[in-house]
């Protein structure tokens, strides 16, 4: 099997308390809250004045320059600012966005005292008194860049903490290759070793392929293709064991095989089908693979049989592994990517749904 890709995006800038300002999202969001910001002045200034259109013109234009510069030089020195120590890099993004704000407010300032010629008709709509209202704007601007940054830094380690988390709990779904799972392969490959020697080679080799995905590095995503490869080495495996008793269909041909995806995301799913499912029932049964791709959505969705209640003790370990997975999901892709679990009718069905990413397509966050 092929190694998973790796992210060239540094870990440094990746946990970096500052979000990418360079993102087209960023500079979306950055002008609704100035043009939101800009409406509430104009309002505010309507019941003194009438002139609103004027006013909100003036405050949009002015809330725009300073917000899209601070934008635009945060944007330029975040990769410096994240190899500094912390207090430095938000002391010098500090005063970046504070000397922003002054820089306007000068060249606003100038700019009106330039273009009204003493009319007083015009006077009113620009500054009067210099040091008031460059001097006001900079304080404004510090305190709001100070809640602004303060904001940034809670977001990221709360972010941090559940990535932690995650980390945590993959490593453990990695590290918990089922003992049943590795006695039943061994004992498998013992007896092959006697009746068909190529067919233990095939084995060890497949086992060798299966334990070196668990043991990858969890953050990375891979290519869906490696993904279902890791999924059908283990289904191999779990054939020599039960024979004709396990059946899987695979229906995968629509999905992208470039696509990105969290490694081990397919291999827990069919684990659990076969432990939880197709091994408890006496005459065994089908694990269906399905994989549907439209508008830019990957859906792949497993079915497997399970024993009806009450006939046979129920297994821990698959709420582990579906939680383990949504959470990763939600890592990488938040609020665009979930997992659907249905039962009924003597069937167990989990539907896996995520955006399609391409892995030519960089991407700077934290990969799990």
Known sequence: MNAPRRDSTPAAEQAFFLPDFCARGMT?????IAESVALLIALDRQAVRE????????ASLFLLWISLGCAFALCRVRTWLSHMPLARSVAIALAIMVGIVALVSE???QLGQYLTGGVPALLAMFPERHFDFVGRNAAIGLIVASLALRYFYVNAEWKRSVELEARARIHALQARIRPHFLFNS?????ALTRSDPRLAEEAVQDL???FRANLSDARQRISLSEEIEVARVYQRIESLRLGDRLRVTWRVDELPKDALAPSLLLQPLLENAIYHGVERLPDGGEVAIEGRFADDLIEIQVTNPVPAQGLVREREGNKFALDNIAQRLQLAWPDRARVEVREGNGLFVVILRFPY???????DRLEY
Do not use: E, G, P, S
């Not at 979306?28 to 609704?32: P, R, S, V, Y």
């Not at 061994?186 to 013992?190: F, H, K």
């Open 28 to 32: 979306f969001a950055i002008i609704l």
């Open 51 to 58: 002139n609103f259109w004027v006013d909100l013109t003036l």
């Open 107 to 109: 060249v606003t300032f």
């Open 186 to 190: 061994m004992n498998t490959i013992a």
């Open 208 to 210: 060798a392929d299966l």
């Open 357 to 363: 990413t391409a892995h030519t397509q960089r991407n």
